[in-house]
T-cell receptor, first 110, second 112 residues
Framework: EDQVTQSPEALRLQEGESSSLNCSYT??????LFWYRQDPGKGPEFLFT???AGEEKEKERLKATLTKKESFLHITAPKPEDSATYLC???????????FGGGTRLMVKP | NAGVTQTPKFQVLKTGQSMTLQCAQD?????MSWYRQDPGMGLRLIHY???????DQGEVPNGYNVSRSTTEDFPLRLLSAAPSQTSVYFC???????????FGSGTRLTVV
C-alpha cells in the first residue's frame, strides 16, 4: 500500500537545539516530495519541493534532503517562531494531487 | 494579493442542510483540489480538477460534489450535511510544473 509516514508525531526542543524530522514513503514513481509548514488555524505554507534522491534545499534554519526511501527536514538552532506542524507530501506515478503524511508537531521552548 | 481564497472561514450547519464552500484562485492554475483535515487523520483528498470542465474523485469523495466551470473557481458542495463532515476544509491549486501547491486559509465546518 502506498504510504507516507512522518516521525516523530511531536517533538519538543529547546531554543538552539538542532534536530531532524523524518518523512518516509513507500510509493512507486516518485515525482516530487513536498514540505509544508502549518501554523494553528492556517493553511499549509509551502517550504520545499525535492525531485530526486540526493537533492537538498535550504531556507534559513531549515534544510531538506531526499533519499530513495525518505526525506529529512533538518532544523538548525531553532527559535520559538519555528514552532508549527510540519507536513510532508508526495506526488507519484501519474497522479496530479498530493498524498500527505500525518505531520510532526514541533514545539521550540525559549 | 495573488493566492487561493476560501469562503466562508467558519460555518455551522444542522444535519441534513446543504451548503457550498467557495474556492477561487487568481494564479491561472490548472490543477485545483479539496482536502479535509481531521485530528489524527492528516490531510485527505476529497475531489480534484485538472482543468475547467474536468473533475475526479479523491480518497474521501462521498457526500461531496464539485464542478469546475471556470479556471478560477472550484466550489465544494455538501449535499446533506452529516456530523462526520465536521472538519477543516482546504482548497489548493498548482500550475503545470507542480512546483508547489498553494493552499487557502481553510473553512472550519461544524455539523450539529
Amino acid at each position: 500500500e502506498d504510504q507516507v509516514t512522518q516521525s516523530p508525531e511531536a517533538l519538543r526542543l529547546q531554543e538552539g537545539e538542532s534536530s531532524s524530522l523524518n518523512c518516509s514513503y513507500t510509493v512507486s514513481g516518485l515525482r516530487g516530495l513536498f514540505w509544508y509548514r502549518q501554523d494553528p488555524g492556517k493553511g499549509p505554507e509551502f517550504l520545499f519541493t525535492l525531485y530526486s534522491a540526493g537533492e537538498e534545499k535550504e531556507k534559513e534554519r531549515l534544510k531538506a534532503t531526499l533519499t530513495k526511501k525518505e526525506s529529512f527536514l533538518h532544523i538548525t538552532a531553532p527559535k520559538p517562531e519555528d514552532s508549527a506542524t510540519y507536513l510532508c507530501a508526495v506526488l507519484y506515478n501519474a497522479g496530479n494531487m498530493l498524498t500527505f503524511g500525518g505531520g510532526t508537531r514541533l514545539m521550540v521552548k525559549p | 494579493n495573488a493566492g487561493v481564497t476560501q469562503t466562508p472561514k467558519f460555518q455551522v450547519l444542522k444535519t441534513g442542510q446543504s451548503m457550498t464552500l467557495q474556492c477561487a484562485q487568481d494564479m491561472n492554475h490548472e490543477y485545483m483540489s479539496w482536502y479535509r483535515q481531521d485530528p489524527g487523520m492528516g490531510l485527505r483528498l476529497i475531489h480534484y480538477s485538472v482543468g475547467a470542465g474536468i473533475t475526479d474523485q479523491g480518497e474521501v469523495p462521498n457526500g461531496y460534489n464539485v464542478s469546475r466551470s471556470t479556471t478560477e473557481d472550484f466550489p465544494l458542495r455538501l449535499l446533506s450535511a452529516a456530523p462526520s463532515q465536521t472538519s477543516v476544509y482546504f482548497c489548493a491549486s498548482t500550475g503545470q510544473g507542480f512546483y508547489g501547491y498553494t493552499f487557502g486559509s481553510g473553512t472550519r465546518l461544524t455539523v450539529v
